[in-house]
């Protein structure tokens, strides 16, 4: 999806925005003022105002009638403040910059969310700040699009966030695919076929089968046989000690086997198998107060 899609008048969106924590607040009534362009009221007081002023960068997530289902990612500007049709608010425009699309194939959106208004005054005020915002679209569209990109400094700007595709060359593609659902891993059946398949680990990692030929299409290196040599060690978070021992379990009932002996600090659990073709995998849970003081620290304390 290029563009904005056309949502109701009456849409209600969910404004995120950082400080650098994600906050998320509903907005009533958005307006799509182009293609890209956002027109929204905030009341001068909302905290979301003062981050979006310190840190532009917001999504607005819009679910409406007619299968709309969308993501619009920009930076925020505030085009008006007092807004002249309403002084308690102040007018804020979104230079769309990308727009995620949601629509899935199994379903239609066929409603957002809606409401019983409980005061006609606050309705009516609604109605007056939409129909302003309609009135001036252009002014405040020729205001966003000239101010300029206010983004915070450098420093203060969360790292970005990628995603991890990991590949491993298989000899039976099938027989592995079985191996780890039985694990309890999903795979992705866009990106996966004949050749390969795409594991998920999680919305930010992926492990991808490929068979030996197509592994092969990727490096000009030699192929190393996994049982023989070792060429990663991959380790999978757990929740728990518990679930350390289900994992690890189930891989070596699903036929894999012991790649070394477990590994317990009190703090920190873990357990190790091999695959089906030799890739070493390690299962590890650490304690939420190591996690946020740091392992070294806790074997310290230990001591």
Same mark, same amino acid.
């Given at each position: ?46 905290? +979301? ?126 027989? +592995? ?17 004949? +050749? ?75 357990? +190790? ?31």
């Amino acid at each position: 999806m290029t563009t904005l899609p056309h949502w109701p008048a009456r849409t209600v969106a969910i404004l995120a925005t950082t400080d650098p924590a994600p906050h998320a607040i509903p907005v009533s009534a958005p307006v799509r003022a182009a293609d890209d362009l956002v027109l929204l009221t905030l009341r001068r007081d909302r905290d +979301s105002l003062t981050r979006l002023r310190e840190r532009p960068a917001v999504a607005l997530t819009i679910l409406a009638g007619d299968d709309v289902a969308c993501t619009a990612r920009g930076h925020a500007s505030v085009a008006e403040d007092p807004m002249a049709a309403d002084p308690a608010f102040a007018v804020v425009a979104i230079a769309v910059e990308h727009v995620d699309d949601h629509r899935q194939p199994a379903f239609r959106v066929t409603a957002g969310v809606d409401r019983e208004w409980a005061d006609d005054g606050e309705r009516a005020a609604l109605g007056a700040r939409v129909s302003a915002l309609g009135a001036r679209t252009d002014e405040f569209a020729a205001a966003a699009r000239s101010a300029p990109a206010a983004r915070p400094p450098q420093a203060q700007e969360a790292p970005m966030s990628r995603m991890l595709f990991v590949n491993l060359p298989v000899a039976d593609l099938p027989a +592995s695919q079985v191996f780890f659902r039985a694990l309890g891993f999903d795979f992705d059946p866009r990106f996966t076929s004949g +050749s390969c398949a795409c594991m998920v680990l999680s919305d930010q990692a992926y492990v991808m089968l490929l068979d030996g030929d197509r592994f092969e299409d990727f490096t000009t290196k030699p192929v190393i046989n996994a049982r023989a040599c070792t060429e990663a060690i991959l380790c999978v978070s757990a929740e728990s000690r518990e679930d350390v021992d289900v994992l690890a379990d189930a891989a070596l009932a699903a036929g894999g086997s012991v790649a070394q002996e477990p590994m317990d600090h009190g703090f920190m659990y873990g357990r +190790s198998f091999h695959d089906l073709d030799g890739h070493h995998w390690e299962v590890m849970w650490m304690s939420p107060e190591a996690a946020e003081r740091g392992p070294a620290d806790m074997a310290d304390q230990a001591a």
